[in-house]
Each structure stands twice: as C-alpha cells, then as structure tokens.
C-alpha cells in the first residue's frame, strides 16, 4: 500500500490511476479523510454515537473542514462552519452537501455556529500553502475558541484540533488545555484509525 500525502489533489488521483496497490489519501489540499477517521473514533468514543450531533467549526476553512463535511454525509450530524467570507467553504464541496441532503450551515458568526452544539473544532490558522500569514491573523482573530465561545455550545461539549496547536491563536489555553478538551485522545486515536485503514485495504486485496 502507499500512503501519500499530497500538495495538491490531483497528484493523488494521478497516483492511484497508475497505482497496482491501494493508495491511501494521508492529506491534500482539497481533503484529510485519515484524520477524520480519528476524528470520528474519538467523538463516538466520547458520545457513543454520531447520528443526531451538531460538530461546530470555527475558524478557516480547509481541506480538514472539507472531510468533516463530507462525514457529516455519510454518518448524520449536523455540521455548522464559522468563518470569515474570504475564507469560507468553496462551492465545490457546498454544492456536494446540498446534492447528497448533508445538514449544512455556513456563517460569518461564531456564536451562531457555536450555540448548542456537541462538539467544537478548530484548525491552525496558516494551512499548506498559505502564504498570506498576516492578513489570515487580522481575519481569524474574531473565530478563536475562547471559554467564552465554549460556554455557547451545549454543558458537556467537547473540543478537538488536530493538532499541532498554537495557543492564543485559534484556541486559548484555557480551552485546549481545559476538561472539554480531548485532543490527545484524538491524537493517540490516530494510530488506531490508520491500522483500521490499512486493514481494510490489504484484506480487500486476500
């Protein structure tokens, strides 16, 4: 098997074309499902289901932010994304959700997005090639997760990044560091959902 992690999507599809084993989408520009799979282990773990969730994303929205929509598709939680215009979800994957009936809301407000969800997750504020660092801080500033945005989302909500993290930036300490955190489970869940991803792709090869 190969696993890549790609700069752009297109030269995973190129690989796979050629490819006469399976080939494993680590990262792209366009998606991140590997980290996802984790993702989800550790809120069902946490939740005991997924069905029925509201999973709030504050912040910009990336190729991580992509494959939580395309989840919320497949396993039936609501998804709802914070983020500045510039830097919200392209049509592409919007026109996606509204296609296959995925409970999506977009906004520039993130008490909105916040309010009585489950979960609440965040992503760096610089992705791969980002190259405008500044002016993604002036933009970003109002969508960090602070314990005041925290306090929005249901009693027992959780909080998740993928990590790394950089406190005071999209997250404050307070909060990645705090009960409602649970990003090092998701962390070590990595390792498991990978071994589950490999399984299934060599057993569909015997």
Not at 80 to 108: K, Y
Request: overall charge negative; charged content about 20%.
């Amino acid at each position: 098997a190969i696993m890549i992690r790609a700069t752009t999507h297109a030269a995973l599809l190129e690989l796979a074309g050629h490819a006469k084993v399976p080939v494993i989408n680590g990262l792209t520009d366009l998606s991140h499902p590997c980290q996802i799979m984790a993702d989800l282990l550790t809120l069902h773990e946490k939740k005991k289901k997924l069905l029925g969730l509201t999973v709030a994303w504050c912040g910009d929205s990336c190729n991580v932010t992509n494959s939580w929509i395309h989840a919320a598709g497949k396993f039936g939680f609501a998804m709802r994304i914070a983020s500045p215009e510039p830097l919200q979800p392209g049509a592409a994957i919007t026109n996606w959700a509204n296609a296959n009936s995925v409970d999506l809301r977009v906004t520039d407000d993130p008490a909105a997005a916040v309010k009585g969800a489950d979960c609440v997750v965040t992503d760096t504020w610089i992705s791969m090639n980002v190259s405008d660092g500044a002016n993604r801080h002036n933009l970003l500033k109002p969508y960090q997760v602070t314990g005041e945005l925290m306090k929005l989302a249901k009693p027992d909500a959780l909080f998740m990044h993928c990590l790394p993290a950089h406190r005071g930036e999209e997250v404050a300490a307070e909060v990645i560091d705090g009960p409602q955190s649970i990003v090092f489970d998701e962390a070590e869940n990595r390792l498991h959902a990978q071994k589950s991803i490999l399984a299934y792709c060599l057993e569909a090869r015997t």
